[in-house]
């Protein structure tokens, strides 16, 4: 991915653009993370001028130039779009394109339609769990709550027992996994290798989403007794359609790029010999342009063509994907300019001093910042982009292994306890019509139990790698 290299890094680290002591730099990075997450959370300004405002506010804290501190930043907001904005945009295409082709709800009928009583909540966090993979969460969620609202009305089951398994899925996939934006900027941040860590995280979220979804379901249909809102039921995409793609095509296609990057990573391994054909040919197919790029290029036939969509409503289809994201690529490459202007004051130079005397071991520190920053602004996002700034220093001198699992560590403490300064709480809540205290009971606790099992299986992880 393009982004600041290590030996830039270290560069940022050994010459900052302040000569201020650790003193003054601590009280910067705490006084530059205080006007962020007032300005998000008490002027409700967008995390995009939040972040901006931030990372100005951090240079001045610091004693930094104006002039440095801004160049600082537009550097790495360059740096950081030019290598996830593409990702991103690729990903919101292919999303698009399983929502609108009706993809998405042939995947979900399919696997309903197999199961049955007990099975039923596995089938959901199946559901959104594969789901989730191209989907941005909120798309998810406004894809699946008429699924949930359905079965759990049809079947006579607990709101709760179906739709925590949903919600847990969604949510472990936007967490952990890229091409989400998060893990995207993080791994970029990290200089993480991406197949590694998309096959570490995977092994990390199915333990997780079984934890979080299907068996704590059991007690928060037990806290929670709701029926489903008849109200809130949508239409679902494919009931305008005369057709909709088939379960295999539609299934290959959202699981191609995950299956070519983690071919890359196994070759990568096996092999690992950069002379080697094989490894030539995957690591070009591999990459996550080219992986992504294909599932567009091979959805476009197999998901929008089987839906009987002309080239002019594939033309409009693609266009309609792209405006949602605008606000997410303000975010994330502003996210990447705070990340660089803390380098460039000497944070990174700060945090390697201090990390000397620290008796905490590096993967729970990264989680225990992200999980602040999270309770602080609400944004998971905010919080893996500022959090992968803090600590990108230390991942430094890690081997490839290291640094993956400290990418799912932050995606993992970016999740802890959503709350009210969360949109994805208030989304959930008027969805499933519940009280404030139903939501902190069911969702809140939900994602708390993925922040902390998620943590606990990467610690697990690198124990044994």
Excluded: C
């Excluded at 197999?302 to 997410?328: C, D, N």
């Excluded at 905010?382 to 932050?410: D, H, K, Q, R, Y």
């Amino acid at each position: 991915m393009t982004s600041l290299s290590v030996e830039t890094l270290a560069a940022a680290a050994a010459e900052p653009i302040t000569s201020a002591g650790n003193t003054q730099l601590g009280i910067a990075v705490l006084a530059g993370i205080a006007v962020i997450v007032l300005l998000i959370t008490r002027l409700k300004l967008h995390a995009f001028l939040a972040l901006t405002l931030g990372s100005l506010a951090l240079g001045v804290f610091a004693g930094a130039p104006l002039a440095k501190t801004v160049s600082s930043f537009t550097a790495g907001l360059g740096s950081t779009v030019a290598g996830v904005g593409v990702l991103i945009a690729l990903g919101a295409i292919l999303g698009k394109l399983l929502a609108d082709s009706g993809g998405a709800d042939e995947i979900v009928d399919t696997i309903l339609a197999r199961a049955k009583g007990r099975a039923m909540p596995w089938a959901m966090v199946l559901i959104a769990s594969v789901i989730g993979l191209p989907l941005f969460f909120e798309v998810g969620i406004v894809l699946l709550i008429p699924v949930v609202l359905l079965v759990a009305k049809r079947g006579n089951y607990s709101l709760m027992r179906i739709g925590i398994p949903a919600l847990a899925g969604l949510s472990v996939m936007h967490g952990l996994i890229p091409p989400h934006p998060g893990p995207l900027v993080a791994i970029d941040a990290l200089h993480a290798n991406l197949g590694l860590t998309l096959a570490l995280g995977v092994l990390v979220a199915l333990p997780t989403v079984v934890i979080a979804g299907p068996l704590f379901s059991r007690y928060a249909a037990r806290w929670v007794d709701i029926p489903a809102p008849e109200h809130m039921v949508p239409q679902r995409p494919s009931e305008e359609l005369e057709h909709r793609p088939r379960f295999g095509a539609t299934v290959f296609t959202v699981l191609l790029p995950v299956v070519l990057m983690l071919m890359k990573a196994l070759v990568d391994i096996v092999v690992n010999d950069p002379a080697n054909a094989v490894q030539r040919v995957t690591d070009v197919a591999g990459s996550p342009l080219i992986a992504l790029l294909a599932a567009v290029l091979v959805g476009m036939f197999t998901l929008g063509r089987a839906a009987g969509f002309t080239k002019a409503r594939l033309s409009v289809t693609v266009e309609k994907s792209l405006a949602p994201i605008a606000g997410i690529l303000l975010i994330v490459g502003a996210g990447g300019g705070f990340k660089a202007t803390l380098i460039d004051v000497g944070v990174g130079q700060m945090i390697m001093d201090l990390s000397e005397n620290w008796a905490i071991p590096t993967l729970l520190l990264a989680w225990l910042i992200a999980v602040a920053i999270r309770l602080a602004t609400g944004s998971a996002t905010v919080a893996t982009i500022s959090a992968a700034g803090l600590v990108a220093p230390l991942a430094a001198g890690m081997s490839s292994t290291e640094t993956a699992l400290l990418v799912l560590a932050i995606g993992a403490g970016s999740l802890f306890f959503s709350h009210v300064n969360d949109a994805g709480f208030w989304l959930v809540k008027e969805y499933f019509g519940m009280t404030v205290g139903q939501t902190l009971k069911t969702w809140s606790v939900m994602e708390t139990i993925i922040s902390v099992v998620g943590l606990g299986f990467v610690l697990l992880l690198s124990l044994v790698l």
